[in-house]
């Protein structure tokens, strides 16, 4: 099988790559480009742990074929901080105790991350929603849900760090 080059843009930078055309999206992002964030679950689009932004939506990345990719906009877990900077959403993830093993938490920040650029004021039913395509065994979702809705509240209440990552549409 012969290689095809895809290009796209990767957390605001243009990315050009060779790759075989049966490859997924995570694999190019992991193996190739050494973005090890985003992480493989179950392989068959289950538990969201791969999930990453595909012209802004939330997408998992195990069943996106790299080639898919060509002329997209993918932001992973790694593209929400600026620089040492966490994004506001990072910071609640860790202040509100969501993260315990850690496997899980890029999907649901990029899930979260997904519906506050759509709902800057989501309730809990939608925030439930958002996630459900990602799965945790270690929190459960109680502090995942306080921590999106603690950053929806920055968002709403003008904090000017908790709006300037998140990028335009």
Known sequence: MNKIKIRFNL???EVEIDTLPNRRLLD???????????KEGCDVGECGACTVLM?????HSCLILAPQADGARIVTVEGLAQGNNLHPLQKNFLQYGAV????????????SYALLNENTHPDEEEIKEAIAGNLCRCTGYKQIIKAVQETAN???HGNKDAGKALPSK
């Open 28 to 38: 190019v992002l992991r193996q190739d480009l050494g973005l090890t964030g985003t």
């Open 100 to 111: 315990q093993c850690g496997f899980c938490i890029p999907g649901m920040l990029m899930s």
């Open 55 to 59: 012209n802004g939506q939330a997408v």
């Open 154 to 156: 920055e968002l709403d």
């Open 11 to 13: 957390n605001g930078q």
